[in-house]
């Protein structure tokens, strides 16, 4: 709930949809107490209007409903990988890009090869530009919108790039086929 100003010039428009539009300018791609302000999902009640001298404009007590993203630490997210460079990749998480610091990319050896990709030295794994992953939050830093910080890893069960994750179900669930087909031939 908050006052919304309504300006003189939108006096002449639905009341409704002028404070919905002032809303979405006020509050929607913000950040606030460690929150992304996403998006005005509904105006529930508009209250009487309240002239303050000398502004002209009209403040109405509204209730409203808005979609917020607040990452926490040890949340798994999943995301495309927006940029690689020389010490890790960048991912677009919702709002936000968190950063997976090479160290974090595989249980490998990583390097930032020519092609702008991440390469594990064993596994011979790549990491491009536009590959979905999954990661754990493992670090965040809220200041302000622009210096917003979010540090993620991938090296822990059931995180990576997506491929990497359905080869290793793969595996898994034929290993598992493997060791009930031996314990039957060994009935």
Request: glycine content about 8%; some cysteine; aromatic content about 8%.
């Amino acid at each position: 709930m908050d006052r919304v100003r309504v300006d003189p010039i939108n006096f002449k428009d639905d009341i409704k949809e002028s404070i919905k539009i002032e809303i979405m300018k006020n509050y929607e791609n913000k950040l606030e107490d460690n929150k992304f302000l996403l998006c005005l999902i509904d105006v529930i009640s508009v209250g009487e209007g309240l002239i303050i001298p000398g502004d002209g404009a009209i403040y109405y007590e509204t209730t409203f409903k808005i979609l917020i993203y607040e990452p926490i630490i040890k949340e798994v997210v999943e995301g495309e990988v927006s940029e690689i460079t020389e010490y890790g990749a960048f991912v677009r998480i919702g709002p936000i890009e968190g950063f997976i610091h090479m160290s974090q990319v595989m249980d490998d050896f990583v390097s930032f090869s020519k092609t702008k990709s991440l390469l594990g030295k064993e596994s011979k794994k790549t990491l491009n530009i536009g590959d979905y992953v999954r990661a754990r939050i493992i670090a965040v830093s809220m200041k302000n919108l622009k210096d917003a910080k979010i540090g993620l890893t991938m090296r822990q069960l059931g995180l990576g790039k997506i491929e990497w994750i359905n080869e290793g179900d793969k595996e898994v669930k034929a290993e598992k086929k493997s060791v009930k087909e031996e314990k039957v031939g060994k009935k």
